[in-house]
């Protein structure tokens, strides 16, 4: 039998300047994508102008609703001048309680038509509601006011009359159409 030669020493490995690596680290699973919100379906330009018309609306009752307040409160004052006399005859002291209140419902109706007309615009079906049925009243009392006087209808009356008619009746119309709007789902305020 032949002997064995001796077992060899492996060399020595070569010295390193760097640190050794680190073993890599646990890698977190690839996040899912995460849903986006269903997309905002735009505002119907018929919605918007629909707003602004109840809005323009609105204002202009509130101011009128004012100066009718004004003429309530002064009235006392000028009940017995010979002007108001000729016109009215005599008329109680109450009159102007009447056109005080007169004055601050339409003030309160012209505040909520725009209250409500501003939150149609941010989808909000209680204004929507709101408003159509401000917008309904609106284009009743406006047809009540075509109505002819003793005196007759002036063209600029009639004008205005049928413009108040016409806005509240396409304000009618836009609000009605446009139900799918307010129903869609979307970022929609809270």
Do not use: C, Y
């Not at 204002?59 to 002064?74: F, K, N, R, T």
């Not at 396409?170 to 129903?183: D, H, K, N, T, V």
């Amino acid at each position: 039998m032949q002997p064995e030669p001796p077992a060899q020493v492996p060399p020595p490995p070569p010295a390193e300047t760097t640190p050794p690596e680190a073993p890599p680290a646990a890698q977190w699973p690839a996040a899912a994508p995460m849903a986006s919100p269903p997309a905002v379906p735009p505002r119907p330009g018929a919605i918007t102008a629909a707003s602004v018309i109840l809005i323009i609306f609105g204002v202009i009752l509130g101011l009128l609703g004012l100066l009718v307040m004004l003429g309530g409160a002064l009235f006392p004052a000028i009940k017995d001048s010979p002007e108001l006399a000729g016109q009215l005859g005599s008329v109680p002291a109450s009159f102007g309680t009447f056109i005080l209140v007169l004055g601050a419902i339409m003030t309160a109706w012209g505040s909520l038509q725009v209250v409500a007309a501003i939150f149609v615009l941010t989808r909000r079906t209680w204004a929507r509601i709101t408003a159509m049925i401000l917008a309904i009243l609106g284009a009743l009392i406006g047809l009540a006011t075509i109505i002819p006087g003793e005196n007759g209808l002036t063209p600029v009356g009639a004008t205005i009359s049928l413009l108040f008619v016409g806005g509240h009746a396409f304000a009618i119309w836009a609000l009605a159409s446009q139900g799918r709007w307010f129903s869609a789902v979307g970022n929609r305020p809270a």
